[in-house]
């Protein structure tokens, strides 16, 4: 695998160019051989019809092509490796492991060891991989010839993810999205192993994109569910202490995707329309009132927001109604106390910071 420079006129299209000069605070991405970056995202350059993984400084600089054919799924761990699903050329599945600062990669799986392979994410710590086998295995390992495999009823369009230590995986069950779940935390080193659970009593109705859950801090599980049509919930779950968990009822907005930021004072969820929504992350469910951070166009929506390790910025994709393609969204910033976003690039899935 090589890194590709990536010139300005493959990653903007003639039918983003509108949407490239509404925006005043455009960057000026530059071509670029070096590999370093700020973010790392999966998206499509104009002359490839498979879809490849990126990194970009924060200003928009040194756009380069670290992958040519690759999904990211999960964040680079701290060792810079990342872990990508593909599609070789017989049509099978497969999963990489790629070492940023090495220009490495490695197959892990292929061949159709597993016939269908869903979302592959890495721990932070590097040493661990897991993975959904279809709908219905859950599939664990460090990376060598032997995976650890275990029956469930995956939720489908659903991405498992790491503890924040690395010893534990949590996953949605459940026949949909919009079916009852259930919140599973197996340990990495065993997958059959239950160590914490909860039963959510609904589903999460108007989900766009895929659902996960935020486990940005050790301690603390967040997830959201839908009550009624003009109800939902975002859930807040102390592992280790539930009687400490608390519910915040979103009536009428919605709430899809929450996120807590680096330092536990803030959360910030998607709504119905599409944009962003900041509140104070306490208990107190009856005084503290939300605050809108975008306001996105009416064939607009916000997917995947991300905070930044200092708490200041919220990476997100902005995808548009009319187009289906996941390819399509623009990947922008947003900062928290001007309120102010910016343009990263176009033609994206989802990224994410890469680890200070």
């Known amino acids: 695998m090589r890194r590709i420079p990536v010139n300005i006129f493959m990653m903007i299209s003639v039918i983003s160019f509108m949407v490239f000069l509404s925006c005043k605070e455009c960057p000026n991405i530059t071509d670029s051989s070096s590999g370093g970056g700020d973010i790392i995202f999966s998206g499509k350059a104009l002359n490839s019809n498979n879809p490849g993984i990126f990194t970009v400084k924060l200003n928009g600089d040194n756009l380069t092509e670290l992958v040519e054919n690759g999904v990211l799924f999960s964040p680079a761990s701290n060792d810079n490796n990342i872990v990508f699903w593909s599609k070789r050329d017989n049509n099978n599945d497969n999963i990489q492991r790629y070492n940023i600062e090495k220009n490495a990669y490695y197959t892990l799986i292929d061949q159709g060891t597993f016939p269908v392979i869903n979302y592959p994410v890495i721990s932070k710590d590097g040493k661990h991989i897991a993975f959904f086998s279809g709908f219905d295995e859950l599939v664990v390992g460090s990376g060598g010839p032997a995976w650890a495999t275990r029956k469930y009823d995956i939720c489908p369009n659903t ?11 949590a996953f949605l069950e459940g026949d949909s999205l919009e079916a009852p779940l259930r919140i599973n935390v197996v340990s990495s080193d065993d997958p059959g192993r239950i160590t914490a659970s909860k039963e959510i009593s609904f589903g999460i109705n108007g989900q766009r994109g895929e659902a996960t859950l935020d486990w940005t801090h050790q301690d603390v599980i967040v997830y959201c569910y839908t009550v009624h049509e003009k109800l939902d919930h975002v859930g807040v779950w102390f592992i280790e202490n539930d ?7 979103v009536a009428n907005e919605g709430a899809y995707n929450p996120i807590v930021s680096p330092d536990k004072t803030k959360i910030v969820v998607t709504d119905k329309r599409g944009n962003l929504w900041k509140r104070n992350f306490t208990s107190d469910t009856l005084t503290t009132s939300w605050e809108q951070l975008t306001s996105v166009g009416e064939n607009e929506y916000i997917l995947n927001p991300v905070w ?6 919220i990476l997100y994709t902005k ?5 289906a393609d996941k390819f399509s969204g623009n990947l922008e910033i947003i900062d928290i106390k001007s309120e102010k976003t910016r343009l990263i690039c176009n033609n994206v899935y989802r990224g994410y910071w890469k680890q200070k």
Request: zero cysteines.
């Open 159 to 169: 991405i498992p993810v790491f503890s924040p230590d690395s010893k534990f995986l």
């Open 308 to 313: 930044s390790s200092d708490g200041n910025s």
């Open 319 to 323: 995808r548009f109604k009319n187009n």
């Open 243 to 249: 009687t400490k968990s608390y519910t915040i009822n």
